[in-house]
């Protein structure tokens, strides 16, 4: 398979474990295990983001209690669920570190990518103007990750003025949105997830800011 170059794609979170670690898959002779972390934002509200971590570096920890104060540091990955439960684009993030450490809730993320499909630029109810964005990612190897982004305000404004192809870099942080989806007989309440994005940094710019400089894998 033909390697390409990849973007930057890098998060750091810190907040605690709303669960103990639940088996997700089997790669590799490895076993991973998803573990939702809650995350405090700024207004007091809560952003719930599933990490999935190797059992090495679990066990390194001796494990995760519900409760547990952490800090990880990683990709966003995301994948098509083709089971037709749950959400279609699963959004998690992959732990490349893992810190049990105490500090205050963190949610920061910088990634670099190329616009998939046309920004769609609407105002809310309120008044708000909103831009929607789907950001490929590339890892190597010819996949990538495919983020949803919103922005706001004059943010919005400048993402709504670019093109399908064009590169974008930005800070930001993965939070998430508790919905409910109606299939006629029943309702469902599920979680979407998406990037907020925060800044928009130089597309050339492929280093961590200051903020995240301490997340190099």
Not at 40 to 66: F, P, T
Not at 188 to 216: D, F, G, H, I, K
């Amino acid at each position: 398979m033909k390697q390409t170059s990849p973007d930057v794609n890098r998060i750091l979170l810190h907040g605690r474990a709303a669960q103990p670690p639940a088996l997700s898959h089997h790669n590799h002779d490895v076993d991973f295990f998803t573990v939702p972390v809650l995350v405090s934002r700024l207004s007091g509200a809560a952003d719930q983001v599933n990490a999935v971590i190797s059992r090495a570096l679990l066990e390194q920890h001796g494990w995760l209690e519900r409760g547990d104060e952490l800090t990880v540091r990683g990709e966003v990955r995301t994948f098509n669920n083709r089971t037709g439960v749950g959400s279609r684009l699963v959004i998690s993030v992959f732990v490349r570190e893992l810190l049990l450490e105490q500090g205050e809730d963190q949610n920061r993320l910088v990634c670099t990518g190329t616009l998939c499909k046309p920004p769609s630029l609407r105002c809310t109810p309120l008044g708000r103007t909103i831009c929607d964005m789907i950001l490929a990612v590339n890892r190597r190897y010819g996949r990538s990750d495919y983020l949803p982004c919103i922005a706001w305000g004059s943010l919005a404004y400048q993402c709504g003025q670019m093109e399908v192809g064009e590169k974008l870099a930005l800070e930001g942080r993965l939070q998430s949105r508790v919905y409910t989806k109606n299939f006629g007989d029943r309702c469902e309440e599920r979680t979407a997830y998406e990037v907020s994005v925060m800044n928009l940094l130089p597309p050339e710019q492929p280093a961590c800011p200051p903020v995240l400089e301490q997340c190099v894998f």
